[in-house]
């Protein structure tokens, strides 16, 4: 059964079922209806309407009036009117109002069958050209409707701008009357071409002859702009290379990394291995088949034995289950050689999956390092050895030099001393001869006898001296040092000879510093030794003055006595400068020795310094020597601190502190 396309409507049911039996004839089957209503209800309901045959005359709503109501609803609709009168205004007006056909009652089956078969024609181009219209809509394109021949009936204005011309102007002639439109002519010929390009103002124009009823008598072309089709084709083909390109450029620099990345897995000096979560050695690098001689099924087993074994410090870096990370662990693996490697071992756990962990492991071989660092201790332990060898037998030597030197000096001591004490032994010896002789002649007056016993008493008393001051050179003993500071001793020593030194005239300066620390020694000693420095001085300043013949200056007058820190850390020096004659350097340098002076030998006896500098060495210390002639001398004592009373001033001042 056709679809139902035809709808009758009458309020003549006669007429209705006539009309229905006159159209089956034809194999149509109408439907029917008695109203305009019912008319619209039947239009709703089957869409497939195409035709409607209604009288103008209806109860209610009359067919003109409906006309125009299914007009809106369906645009296309083919509406043939019947009516029974003569009536040219009525027809008009439903012509006007878009009725496609007008029949006149009394009917005739054939003028019937006719309009219904021209409106079923039209009704059906219609749909076609409907769909077209949408078709053409989307694409864009230009249509040229044409006779058979080719000549032009009408021009849409997208083909007339497509194909640069107005439509009048191709209107009534053959498409191909332009030049540049020459080819179209092949889309009429008796075997037409499927379709024709052409390039019209530098736009692809796509020639298509759409297959439509021969008996319409028109020939449709579809003028459709190619250009952006061609160009997105174009386009896309060079993006599929240019993506083509990029993969392939990818893919390999990928493969170069890849190789890279193996290269340096097997140049590293770093055993690298990684085991997959099924327990499999899935990387052993070349480093580790070198080190250990085992190949990779070899390795496999031997790392899985490590990973069971509890005992084996590489138990938690093989084993895939073991959740730490590890790293610095020292443990030595079998060599292929034999002998152990010493390798220092990292491990990270990798979740490749839901509870499935990897694990990659990187040993590095500090065998080497390991044995120059044992070599290296020893060597350490060695040096150690000798230095403390060398510094026994250094002390040893040292001793054993510091005794010669006592012997040698010693010895040139016993020598002067002989010298000096032949010398007032002689004249003791002659005057106590002299006093006999003049005995026995007879001639000791008392006077005589007194003069020459005063030469004996002064001459023993000048021995008493050099004596005493040979006392210095006995041995002093240390445990009887006691802390001392430089005020106590500079103090001291200004008691005793001060004034002596203000009496000639001179001047005493102290610079001593009360933050000097203490220093360890026996009281008197120290001060013999100040003192001594201080009579040089005073003889230098007194010198001085006799060489220059007129009075000094203030300057020239004063004697300093410094204490302060030396510049060597846990040193003190007692400095004691002057501004006096000063002394050359040939001087200088023999002024240590015991016997050496320069001076008179009612005013020296040259033991002065030599004792100073042995006092000074018995307490750990030292004196230094500055000195220009005519500018004046600095003699420098040197002592070391005293470190145990500053450590317990100062923890005693840290417990003070807190209760102040
Ligand atoms: N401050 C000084 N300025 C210049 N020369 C000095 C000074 N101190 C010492 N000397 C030189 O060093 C020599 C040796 O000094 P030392 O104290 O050993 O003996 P002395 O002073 O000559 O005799 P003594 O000290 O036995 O009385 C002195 O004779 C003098 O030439
Ligand atoms: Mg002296």
Known sequence: MS??????????????????????????????????????????????????????????MDGVKLLGQMRLAHPHLQVVLMTAFHDRAVAMRALRQGANDFLQKPIRAEDLLQAIERSLHRARLEVVSSHWR??????????????????????????????????????????WNSTHLGNVRDLFEE??????????????????????NRELGIALLLVIDVTEQRRMKKDLAGFAQEVETRVAERTRFLSEEIH?????????????????????????????????????????RRLAKYARDENSPLQPVFDPRCPDEISGRMAAIP????????????????????????RLIIGIDVTEQKQLETTLQNYNAYLEDMVKQRSRELKTKNAQLIHTARLASLGEMVGSIAHEMK???????????????????????????ESNLDKIRGTVDRMATTINHLRGFTHIDATTFKSLTVKQVVNGSLALIGEQIRLEDLEIETEVDGE???FRGEQNQIEQVLINLLQNARDAVLELKEQQGRALTLEQRTIIVRGKPHSEKNWIAVEVQDRGSGMPLEVAEHIFEPFFTTKDSSRGTGLGLAICLNIMRAHGGDVEVESAPGKGSVFRMLFPVDTEAVMLAS???????PAK
């Open 423 to 449: 010398q007032p032994l002689n004249v003791i010896a002659i005057t106590a001869d002299l006093i006999k002789l003049l005995r026995k002649n007879g001639k000791l007056n008392d006077d005589l006898l």
């Open 191 to 212: 075997e037409p071409a499927a379709h024709v390009g052409l390039l019209v103002a530098e736009r692809h124009l796509h020639f298509e002859r759409v297959p439509v």
């Open 516 to 518: 000097i620390p203490p």
């Open 134 to 175: 949408e078709v053409l809509d989307q694409l864009k394109t230009g249509t040229l409707i044409c006779d058979p021949m080719g000549i032009v009936k009408s021009v849409t204005p997208e083909a007339a701008e497509l194909l640069r011309r107005s439509a009048d102007s191709m209107v009534g002639k053959p498409v």
């Open 3 to 60: 679809a139902r396309e035809i709808l009758i409507v009458d309020d003549d049911p006669a007429t209705r079922e006539g009309i229905a039996e006159l159209l089956s004839l034809r194999e149509l089957t109408p439907l029917l209806a008695a109203d305009g209503p019912e008319a619209l209800k039947l239009l709703k309901q089957h869409p497939a309407i195409r035709v409607v045959l209604t009288d103008v005359r209806l109860p209610g």
């Open 260 to 300: 890279f990345t193996e290269r340096l897995l097997d140049t590293a000096d770093v055993l690298i291995a990684y085991i997959n979560p099924e327990d499999k050695l899935e990387r052993w690098n070349k480093f580790g088949q070198i080190v250990t001689g085992l190949s990779v099924e070899e390795a496999e």
């Open 651 to 657: 923890q005693h001042t840290g417990k003070q502190s």
């Open 335 to 358: 060599a292929e050689d034999g002998t152990e490697r010493v390798l220092t071992w990292s491990a990270r756990r990798f979740r490749e999956g839901p509870g499935m962990w990897g």
